[in-house]
Structure formats: C-alpha cells, structure tokens
C-alpha cells in the first residue's frame, strides 16, 4: 500500500493547487503555463483530429481508465508517451507479465498507440496520462497505487513527479537519453529542470554521453546508472518474427535489388525517385517499396505523381493479391506493418532527417540492412552510431544515393560490411531489459 500525502504536504497546496509558499515560485510558474498550455490544446484540438483525440482521453483523468480488480501484489506503472516508446518498452512489460507477482499498468499521452494498449493481453489497467495538474496527478495516482513508476525515455511531466514525491512513490527514468543539443540545459530551462529533476529517484540511461549530459541537472544524492536501451531487445525480436511473415511479397518481388523507403517525407522522395529511376538504367529488375509517414490520399498522390515524372509504374500495396510484381513500385497506404515490410529489402532509407529529426533507424538496421537518411539526425544515437560503424549514411543527393547502390551491386564485399555493421549495431546493444528487471527488484519487493 502506498503513503498518503501527510497534513504537511495538503498545507503546501491551496485550493487551485498551486504551491503556497514563496519559495515554490518555479512551480507557481510551471503552473501557469500548464494551464495555458491545457487551454491551448483544447482549442487546437478542435482544428487537429489526432490533437484531439489526445485531448479527450487525457481530459477524462484516471476516470476513464481501464482497471482490473486490486490485489495483493505490487503494481509497476509504466509511461510510454506514443506507440514507439511502448514498442520499446514491450519486452520488459511481456518480461514482468510473465512473472505473475506484479500488477502492470500503462499510461500514455498519444492516440497512436491506444488501441495497441488496451487490447495488450494481461495489464491490470491502462489509460491516458491526465493533465499535468497536481490535484489530477494525486488522484490519478492514489487511484492506480503503484509501488514504482517508470518513465520510457523523457515524456517527464513535472506535476507527475512532483505528485510522486509527495506520496512517496518512487519515481525512475528509463532508456532515458539527451541528445546533445538538448534543450534541457539553456539557463532558464535548466533552473526549472533542476527544481523538478531532484525529485527523481533514479535515472538510467542508455549511454555514458547521455547521463554525463544530464548529471548537471540532478541532484548529486540522485543515482544515474548506464543501463542501456530496451528498445533494442524489442527491435530483434520484432525482427525474428517478421522474417517469414512477408515471404510471399519478397518472393513476388524478384531478385533484383529492393529498396525500401520508410516513413517518408517530401525532401527525402525528393531523392528518392530519381535515385531510384536512375537505377533501374542499370538494374532493370530493382523495385523501390516506399512507405509514407502519413500514407492518406495526399501523400499517396504525390507518390504517385513523382513516379509518372520518373515514367516508373507503380501499385499501392492493398492493390497487391499475391502475384509477381511486374510494377517498379510498391507504396505502402495502411499502417502498422513498415517495421515488418523491412525484412524484404536490400537497401534502406529513414524519412524525417530533412524535418524535425530522423525516425527510427534500427528497425531497418535489425534486418542487417544499411539505412541512408538526411542530415538532421542528431537527437538518434542510433543514426550516430551507424555513421561511425558504416552502417549508414547522410542522404545528400540523388546522384550520391544512386551511386552508393551502385556501387554494392559492383563489389558485393562492400555491401556485406556496410550491411553487417548496420545489423551489430542492434545485436551489440541488446540486453538492457534484464539489467532493467535486475535493477527494479528492490522496488518490486517495496510495500
């Protein structure tokens, strides 16, 4: 059972929640513009469907939550913001499941993995993470009771912790990264950071650069230990059982060499069209599989209309019913199965690094498939290390991208290392959900 909030901790609060005394003045702060910030998205949640979506489910707090009946044993709340980070987490929550003498509970703050969460055999309760108020974070977590809470990589709600703290639940970061341009650290933002970032229990990280980025941020009582990244073991798992799951697709596409383009964006098909149309000059058996990062009828067309300009054919992937693809191209229009649709390629490219940053390159990279992807990668790790092995490249034009196929075609030595370092890249990090079960083992025996 966990510790309620003591008169002490209820004097702290007044009747908006907000802290009462001066020296609280960062959290009054934050407070605001939690409140500003919860107004904004309701607005924008009328203009922005997956907005709101986020928005309705969160505004319900724990109300709305799916929750089995409490027993004895000890609960684990596990945060993971959207369907990547719960994919990461996937095999430490399968992994504690298994065990049986643990409740596990999921929360989230994206619709685009809710479904994937609700219908996940064997939680005790899942549900959106409430608003970062402090009165919906207390009750949200005296309703669900847990003995520890984990937070995959950084979605860190203030309130959330804050909460946490005051009912003496503790509070752990997981596959915790920060990339080295982080926001975290400007002089403002840091101050802040440090105020929240002492409540922490514990914070474990998956490099020695990431906890070095965060140690001036913590409190020196607060233990950051190099754990590691569960995110790979899911990765190599999903692998291994995705590799005879598209064999008919792999065998009606040939022999030739497959490329396949993954979670794209304008500036990266930008390249890969004509990279691609210049291949087939050289390797008429190639086919290019390519899968936009939001596969709708705009994006579908604009593949659609680049192929035309490039005179390739192409079909869209619910258009195929099982025989030999006789079109240069596939585009993929449903959701859900790219990490999958990976296990037919030779040759790979990442969307996002043009934007924002790179989306995820270890999938490809699990196939033992080079990854290719633009300049703006420096919040993946991954992407680092697959330059620094060879693993991958930077996407700088269509002539570059073409070339480097090319030339694997030419000097198939060349192709196997550059493949052979993209797939060690996951193999060698694995690992990290055992050291995270050992670690949590002191938490679990907590009452």
């Known amino acids: 059972m966990i510790f309620q909030p003591t008169q002490k901790d209820h004097e702290k609060l007044n009747r908006f929640g907000l802290p009462a ?3 609280d003045v960062w959290w009054a702060i934050y407070d605001g513009i939690a409140a500003a910030g919860v107004g904004i998205v309701h607005v924008a949640g009328l203009f922005h469907k997956k907005l709101g979506a986020a928005v309705c489910g969160r505004a319900g707090g724990v109300t709305r939550w799916q929750i089995q009946l409490l027993d004895g044993r000890p609960s684990v709340l596990i945060h993971a913001a959207s369907r990547g980070e719960f ?9 504690l499941l298994k065990r049986g003498d643990c409740r596990v509970a999921v929360s989230y703050s994206s619709p685009s993995v809710e479904k994937t969460v609700q219908n996940y055999p064997g939680l005790w309760a899942s549900g959106y993470l409430p608003f970062d108020r402090l009165g919906e974070q207390l009750r949200f977590l005296t309703r669900i009771e847990p003995s520890v809470i984990l937070i995959a990589k950084h979605d860190i709600w203030p309130n959330m912790i804050r909460a ?61 230990k190099v754990v590691g990244d569960t995110r790979y073991d899911r990765t190599m798992q999903r692998a291994e059982e995705a590799r005879g799951k598209h064999a008919g697709l792999k065998t009606a596409l040939g022999t030739g060499p497959v490329i396949v383009a993954g979670s794209t964006w304008p500036p990266e098909e930008k390249i890969i069209f004509p990279a691609f149309s210049s291949l087939k000059k050289t390797s008429l058996s190639a086919k290019l599989v390519i899968a936009p990062h939001e596969p709708e009828e705009e994006s579908l067309s604009r593949c659609r209309k680049a192929a ?36 037919v390629g030779w ?61 694997w075609l030419d000097d198939p030595a ?20 055992s050291r995270v079960l050992e670690l949590l083992e002191p938490y679990l025996r907590r009452q």
């Open 164 to 224: 946490a703290a005051m009912l003496r639940i503790p509070f752990i970061l997981i596959n915790a990264n920060f990339h080295s341009r982080t926001k975290r650290r400007l002089p403002f933002v840091s101050r802040f950071n440090r105020q929240f970032l002492s409540l922490v229990s514990e914070i474990w990280t998956i490099s020695e650069e990431d906890a070095a980025r965060i140690k001036p941020l913590v409190a020196q009582s607060t233990p950051l």
């Open 308 to 343: 035309v300009e490039q005179g390739l054919t192409m079909m869209l992937y619910s258009q195929w019913k099982g025989d030999p693809v006789t079109e240069d191209i596939i585009t993929i229009d449903c959701l859900g199965i790219l990490a999958d649709i990976y296990a």
């Open 21 to 23: 005394r001066p020296r």
């Open 87 to 95: 994919e990461a987490v996937c095999p430490l929550v399968d992994r």
């Open 414 to 433: 060349c192709y196997a290392q550059a493949a052979n370092s993209a797939g060690n890249v996951v193999a060698s990090h694995a690992g990290a959900t």
């Open 347 to 407: 040759a790979t490219i990442v969307g996002g690094g043009f934007g924002v940053g790179v989306h995820s390159v270890l999938e490809p990279a699990a196939y033992n498939l080079p990854v290719a992807f633009g300049p703006n990668c420096h919040v993946s790790r991954e992407a680092g290390l697959l330059l620094k092995c060879g693993g991958g490249s930077i996407l700088a034009s269509a002539e570059a991208l073409c070339s480097q196929w090319s030339g």
